[in-house]
């Protein structure tokens, strides 16, 4: 029935202040963020377009271009990619050639697998590309830079001589990402005047000489690591998105249980319900904290660039990158799982959940695919442990390897169920499995004569330790974020809920690397899934109110399965009828295909 709340019997079970909740999921974003970084995702707003111009283009450069990219006079495009390189930005083939005769520089596309593929805008809104080529000058390659080209005319946006521009064509599925205009990029020796190759960490003179960059070559992928520290904020708002749905729809779904006309039983009481949706309600929440920290770290970091210190651009790069990766791989298996929970309802877009996945799920690749980037935390590992031996001291979030000693004898003192609840087990034990993992490898690297054929034999491992990093990363930062000051009545207790679960939950899951690393005993494993059940039961009357806090209109959710007011079966039912199939009883080709064979006389008494 219209108007009533089907959901008012949960969301008075609340045992906390939900607009205490909501302030602290929305941190310090408002909700127009929240909702524009999601309208960004299926515009085509220059994501990367100008910050690319701000880290990479001298003052003058930056005056010149990013009050035109900034009133949208002029649209850009990140455009890096191509056909035959995404991950390896060292293997990209475009050329900037310096022409000192007329001061220009000459990009070219030499083969099919240097055409630009990927970048969104590109393929048929663009009027400018941010080109990554490879400068050239007198036959010698410096390796790749940034430039920028005009690739339309202002007036009539038609291609510029010597481009050729193509979109990629439709991806995975009719998903919003299709309004993406994803394109395609080939440069027919187009020519630029010298000062559109973004000059602020390189310089090529006007005889043609190259300045090489006094700061770390690094800086030049400072785009990329911006935008990754975004993604891992944005990962918390698609899979808060699709928990939200799956849990309202929860408990509307009753099916099964009814004794003597008694209601069936919500499907949200059913204890496999709470061990696949309320680990993926709490990782909403991790990854929301660890957003923010990860936030501020980033922010940190461009103060001390902006100070030219470079201490913490090797870490900000492994967490930005590990991060990335993790917690787009959870949102994106979670959305997924999201749609499962609702049963044959979860499939229909109505639902809402197969455009969120279709939309999210390229999370796990785009910005550096989520491998090669937890091999980059490895890597980072690596490096951090090879430098123990040199009186090297960790700091920051690889701080517990500088006790990778101690941790290797560690031992979990859990003998109750309940002490998994205190923050410092869990964290000694995240610790401990991540240092031996780490260890472990930094064992078997030092078996090999040559340290790189090492590496590509172990990387499996090496992934698996840099997971391990990653997720005591969020597990610290959710606890960390418990040890503010946290108002509002059964606030701080509920959300204590939620990070035991997402630790203990990640434990159970990974059970494996805590045994096969002696950090715990099978007994130990055991009582830490106990307290899982148990914290289930206490989470269970929270529920409603857990995903309410997020906030989010019927209008964002676009769901009919995570209405607000639960009333699902009537507007299921309604918005199926709003399908054009139902604009007609017969369908189109009926009388011309279906019933001639109807009409058919029986042969010899077969059909
Ligand atoms: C319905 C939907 C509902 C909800 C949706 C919700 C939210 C979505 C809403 C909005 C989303 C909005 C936007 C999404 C954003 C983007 C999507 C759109 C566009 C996508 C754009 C792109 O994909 S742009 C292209 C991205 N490409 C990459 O990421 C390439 C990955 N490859 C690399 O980064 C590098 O090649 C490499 C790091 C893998 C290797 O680099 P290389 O130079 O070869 O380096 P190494 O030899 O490995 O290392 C050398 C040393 O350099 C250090 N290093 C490497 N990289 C960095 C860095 N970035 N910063 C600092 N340091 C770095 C490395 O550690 C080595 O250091 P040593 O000390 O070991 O020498
Ligand atoms: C929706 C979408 C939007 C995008 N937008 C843009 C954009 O605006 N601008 C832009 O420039 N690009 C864009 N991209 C391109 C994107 O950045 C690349 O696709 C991404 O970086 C992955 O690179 P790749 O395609 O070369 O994958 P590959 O690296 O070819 O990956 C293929 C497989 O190889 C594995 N692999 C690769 N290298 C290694 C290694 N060293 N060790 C072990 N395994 C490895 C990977 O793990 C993966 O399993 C976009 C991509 C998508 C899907």
């Known amino acids: 029935m219209e108007g009533v709340d089907h959901l008012a019997h949960e969301r008075n079970k609340a045992q906390f202040d939900v607009a205490v909740m909501k302030a602290v999921w929305a941190g310090s974003r408002d909700a127009y963020e929240l909702f524009h970084r999601f309208s960004r995702l299926v515009a085509n707003d220059p994501e990367m377009f100008i910050p690319a111009i701000k880290a990479q283009a001298t003052e003058e450069q930056q005056k010149q271009w990013l009050p035109l990219a900034n009133k949208m006079k002029i649209i850009g495009s990140y455009t890096q990619t191509e056909l035959g390189h995404g991950s390896n930005v060292r293997g990209l083939e475009t050329t900037a050639t310096f022409d000192p005769k007329t001061d220009e520089f000459v990009l070219n596309s030499p083969t099919l697998t240097a055409t630009k593929w990927w970048p969104g805008g590109l393929g048929k809104i663009a009027t400018h590309a941010l080109a990554h080529a490879r400068l050239i000058i007198d036959d010698k390659d410096y390796g790749v830079h940034g430039f920028l080209v005009q690739l339309r005319s202002l007036d009539d946006h038609l291609t510029l001589p010597g481009i050729t521009i193509g979109d990629i064509g439709m991806k995975y599925g009719s998903g919003a990402y299709n309004t993406m205009d994803n394109g395609s990029l080939i440069f027919d020796h187009v020519r630029i005047p010298r000062n559109q190759m973004l000059m602020r960490l390189s310089q ?10 006094n700061v770390p070559r690094q800086l030049s992928y400072g785009t990329m690591v911006y935008v990754r520290q975004k993604i891992v904020f944005d990962a918390s708002i698609a899979l808060s998105r699709a928990v939200c749905i799956s849990t309202r729809y929860s408990a509307v779904r009753r099916q099964f249980g009814s004794h003597n006309g008694s209601p069936e039983t919500q499907v949200i ?13 709490a990782s909403a929440y991790a990854i929301r904290f660890v957003s923010e920290w990860l936030n501020s770290f980033y922010k940190d970091l461009l103060q001390r660039l902006e100070a030219k210190d470079f201490s913490t651009l090797p870490e900000a790069h492994a967490c930005t990158a590990g991060l990335k990766s993790i917690t787009t791989s959870v949102a994106a298996d979670g959305i997924e799982e999201c749609r499962k929970l609702c049963g044959g309802h979860g499939y229909l877009t109505s639902s809402g959940l197969p455009e969120l996945s279709a939309v999210y799920i390229p999370a796990c690749t785009y910005e550096g695919d989520n491998v090669v980037m937890l091999l980059q935390v490895a890597r980072y590992l690596m490096k951090t442990i090879s430098q123990l031996k040199s009186g090297n001291k960790p700091v920051g979030t690889t701080a517990y390897l500088g006790r990778a000693e101690q941790l290797m004898q560690y031992h979990s003192d859990v003998l109750r169920a309940e002490d998994w609840l205190k923050p410092n087990v869990v964290v000694e034990a995240f610790e401990a499995r991540a240092a031996r993992m780490s260890m472990a490898c930094a064992q078997n690297l030092s078996k090999f004569n040559n340290p790189e054929d090492g590496f590509q034999e172990l990387s499996a491992d090496l992934v698996e330790a840099a997971t391990a990093h990653c997720q005591l990363i969020i597990v610290s930062k959710f606890i960390e974020k418990l040890q503010q000051d946290i108002p509002g009545k059964g606030v701080k207790e509920q959300l204590g809920v939620l990070r035991s679960i997402y630790a203990l939950f990640l434990l159970h899951k990974h059970i494996g690397d805590f045994l096969s690393t002696d950090c715990i005993t099978p007994k130990q494993g055991y009582l830490a899934n106990e307290q899982l059940r148990s914290l ?41 009828w709003k399908d054009p199939l139902n604009d007609t009883s017969i369908p189109d080709g009926f009388h011309e295909y279906v019933q001639p064979m109807l009409k058919q006389p029986l042969h010899h008494g077969r059909l």
């Open 204 to 213: 090529v003179t006007r005889e043609g000489k190259y300045v090489p960059s």
């Open 269 to 281: 009481d059913y204890k496999t319900q709470q061990a696949r949706l309320f680990p993926l309600l």
């Open 536 to 576: 289930y039961s206490q989470v269970r009357p929270n529920a409603i109110a857990l995903v309410d806090a997020f906030n989010y209109t019927d209008h964002f959710l676009s769901s009919v399965l995570g209405r607000y007011d639960g009333n699902v079966y009537p507007k299921l039912y309604e918005e199926a």
